[in-house]
């Protein structure tokens, strides 16, 4: 089967199902990303980010019930190896007995409600701490091909595990299309749901994170796979090919009119009666993404906006990632402001980034009272899952 002909693993779950609506921020939109470490009994503070730990798998039934109590819909899960050997190639990324997959068992044993979304990278199971294999000639080279291979065996095995979500934070060239497969082939096309990190910039904002996840890199950095904080160009072709889409629009009684979208599609679902003209080849989406999410959030408003023009018929999720919920918490302990007024302020900024809408008419007057009928009519949002470290705090203040 082709791989765009594969729906339903974005859909497979009533949680997932519930993010393809559009609606003010609520507990089914945040996801609790949570680390989890290799000694089964560790609750290891983790110092840059305040109230976060490293949770063994034996700690997860006392750390997580009181949540899901409240109303904890999901989690995304980081493993945190500290006992095992790493090597080049990540082996201890899917070990059976590694952190990540029996975190999975576990969970899915105590709380069968809980949607488990699991990050597949090998930064932290590699000697280097890169997050693909390196070329054997010393000049640091990824080799894209064996990277995203061996990404797709660990999506596969914690899909075998039983997690609800495989999300690869990698940002290899290809590794969406390659994991598509990968499930497909392995009987989880449809039962697994793909969130890609499509637009992940190298940003200045990981640094609490990879002190939690200890997968800094052994020498250099990951600019050449990560994308550049300024390239709104390079984020959007990673989400799609093209920004634009010539379409041929057919109207009773109106000749034939030809459009020019920048804002793609949001007249396509309304308006009836258009032929597809031209449409450029597909990246993150047409490789099967189920999800499209944009890291860091705060500085990348513009591309939550942009995802959400792109992909306008998929979930949109971005992650307020580990420092900027460090720089909140820090604001707040200084008593610059108070912290729930901006944790709110800020996550609910990703969900307003509403794509702009224009369009580029080759032709007049009705054509552009229906094209702006049908934008009045449109409800329009930006992120609809988000990210956050902030997950236990609303979900008391959205209880109130």
């Known amino acids: 089967m082709d791989i765009s002909s594969i729906l339903q693993g974005g859909y497979q779950h009533p949680l997932s199902r519930s993010w393809q609506a559009r609606s003010p921020l609520t507990k089914s939109m945040l996801m609790y990303p949570i680390f989890i470490t290799d000694d089964p009994s560790a609750c290891v503070e983790i110092k840059s980010l305040p109230g976060q730990c490293r949770w063994g ?7 997580l019930g009181p949540l899901v109590k409240k109303g904890l819909k999901s989690v995304i899960l980081f493993g945190v190896p500290v006992n095992c050997q790493k090597d080049e190639r990540g082996t201890p990324a899917d070990d ?15 709380f069968p409600e809980i949607y488990i979304a699991c990050d597949v990278c090998l930064c932290e199971y590699t000697s280097h701490g890169h997050c693909g294999f390196l070329a054997d000639d010393g000049s640091g080279t990824i080799l894209t091909a064996p990277s995203v291979q061996r990404i797709a065996q660990v999506a596969l095995a914690y899909a075998s595990a ?3 979500c495989v999300a690869p934070s990698d940002m290899m060239d290809g590794r969406i299309k390659e994991i598509k497969r990968a499930l497909i082939d392995g009987g989880f096309g449809n039962r697994c749901t793909l969130m890609s990190y ?23 950095d990951r600019k050449c796979y990560q994308l550049p904080p300024s390239a709104r160009g390079l984020a959007r072709r990673a989400i799609v090919g093209s920004s634009r889409i010539f ?36 990246r993150d989406m047409g490789e099967g993404a189920d999800i499209i999410m944009v890291k860091p959030s705060l ?13 306008s ?13 460090a720089m909140v918490c820090a604001g707040a302990d200084a008593g ?29 007057p009705t054509l552009q009272l229906l094209l702006s009928f049908a934008h009045a009519n449109v409800e329009l949002t930006g992120a609809t899952l988000i990210l956050t470290y902030f997950t236990p705090q609303f979900l008391d203040w959205l209880e109130a």
Not at 57 to 63: A, I, Y
Not at 98 to 105: E, R, S, Y
Not at 198 to 220: I, N, Q, V
Not at 345 to 352: D, F, N, Q, Y
């Open 247 to 282: 379409l041929t629009f057919l109207f009773p009684a109106l000749p034939q009119i030809t459009l020019c979208l920048t804002s793609i599609s949001h007249l396509i679902s309304l308006l009836a009666h258009l032929t597809p003209f031209h449409s450029e080849q597909i």
């Open 57 to 63: 798998v034996d700690r997860l039934e006392g750390f």
């Open 96 to 110: 059976p007995n590694g952190p990540v997959i029996l975190a999975i068992k576990t969970i899915r044993k105590l």
């Open 299 to 311: 500085p990348y408003l513009d591309i939550i906006a942009s995802a959400k023009e792109l992909a």
């Open 198 to 220: 499509s637009a992940k910039f190298a940003s200045g904002l990981y640094g609490p994170f990879r002190e939690a996840a200890g997968s800094a890199p052994s020498f250099g």
């Open 313 to 325: 018929d998929h979930v949109i999720a971005c992650y307020q990632v580990s420092g900027e919920y």
């Open 162 to 164: 039983g997690a609800h």
């Open 336 to 364: 610059v402001y108070e912290l729930k007024t901006l944790a709110f302020e800020t996550v609910e900024s990703m969900v307003r980034a509403d794509p702009p809408f224009f369009v580029h008419l080759v032709y007049t």
